[in-house]
């Protein structure tokens, strides 16, 4: 039986305090020539002080500055930005040789000179020869470093850390915008970024996204000592955007599905996102006849500008080839991308490119190939987004996207029972459903 060393802490200083007052009362009532020779505990304060201690080692836990009895003494160190396992163990007298076959032991698994503040360190000493009995170390949050005394020096390895994986649910209805409103909801930040991904697609959350909209997100939570250590992927969401409700459900079917369906089976996922940015308003529409505020005239625009600040990300709309990158006349830094199915995009008005790239390079959906400027003939910062079928423009704001994949008449049994118990899950908002992630994949 192990108990938390709060709990633990607790006790003693209560029991100390007890012992304390007894002495004091004692000591009042015992004659002046005598206070010197006191009497000490008795034997069932004794008694208490041996089940205290009991339990301290039964924990697992002695506190700075009390050993076992043993000379054994175990710490736990919270790490700090700048901290040094040789800082560290010199502090408490290990010689600089034994620091460094510690690090050389479990060199395979992790590297121990690359301590990451926030996290912490967990040492048994030997107080009596300044030697290092077992070190521990959680380098992520599934794993952790041991490395034990062996007889001739010290052996590592690797444990896995068990978590307890829970479902939770977060909905919600948007009031000013989807991410202060989920968060505020209770959804993790980097859960509304994955939520927004999801429907990236069908729904442009900077121009389409109304008050009254409605959210909702089962997802995975780690815990782990009754603390939360990590969120885990989205595993079923709803957005209903002015009326209009949109569902995704992650689906592991094998390496030919593995991703997110919607409720026909078809994946979320299209050849082309809705938007190449991620923070950004329209500042111009796609027009046949726009006055253009340089040269003041009244020619086609054929694309979408979306005013944004300098140096915000502009994403590849959908994987294909780079087959142009440079300086562009009015359209100043831009680039083109090559994709499947006879389509082209247009970035223009780049303050510079994404790093690394280069003309006849492949880029991937969602890749930054760019930063918002306003190079060119532009009056402000924005970028000049457009799209081709061959040589024929069309309308990105109406272009509606070809669907990758729909899952098989084979898989669809099996499909359809996981979205019915996700649904379920779904609307148990207030329910926190504790399970092994595998059962789902």
Known sequence: M???????LIMLVALAVGLLLRF????????????????????????????????LAEAGVFPPGEEDGQSIRRII??????DTLHALLAAHGVPPQEISDIIASGKKIYNLTRLRAGKSLTLTLDQ???????????????????????????RAAREKIDCQVTLRSVSGVITSNLFDDAVRA????????????????DV?????????????????????????KKYGKILAAEFINQG?????????????????????????????????????????????????????????????DYAAPTGTPVEATAGGKIVFMGWKGGYGKCVKIRHNNNYTSFYGHLSRFGAGLKQGMKVRQGQVIGFVGSTGLATGPHLDYRLQKGEEFVNPLRFTSFQKETI?????PQFNKLRRELLIRLERLDEDVVLAAAAFF
């Open 2 to 8: 192990r108990f938390p060393f709060q709990r633990l």
């Open 24 to 55: 004091l009362a004692a000591s009042k009532e015992t004659p002046h020539h005598l206070a010197g020779a006191a009497a000490g505990p008795s034997s069932d304060e004794s008694k208490a002080l041996q089940e205290a201690s009991s339990l």
């Open 77 to 82: 160190i919270p790490l700090e930005a700048g």
């Open 128 to 154: 009596r020869i300044k030697s290092v009995e077992r070190l521990e170390y959680g380098y992520d949050d599934a794993h952790r470093l041991i490395v034990s005394r062996t007889g001739g020096g010290y």
């Open 186 to 201: 209770g959804c993790p930040p980097q859960l509304v970024v994955q939520f927004a991904d999801l429907f990236a697609w």
């Open 204 to 228: 442009d959350f900077f121009t389409s996204v109304r008050a009254q909209d409605e959210f909702k997100l089962l997802f995975e939570e780690s815990i782990r000592d009754g603390a939360t």
């Open 244 to 304: 209009k409700r949109y569902r995704a459900f992650k689906f592991g079917g094998g390496e030919e599905y593995t991703g997110y369906y919607d409720d026909q089976g078809q994946s979320v996922a299209r050849e082309f996102l809705k938007t190449p940015l991620r923070y950004s308003r329209i500042s111009s529409g796609f027009t046949m006849r726009r006055y253009h505020p340089i040269l003041r005239i009244y020619r086609p625009h054929l694309g979408v």
């Open 408 to 412: 098989s008449k084979g898989l669809r």
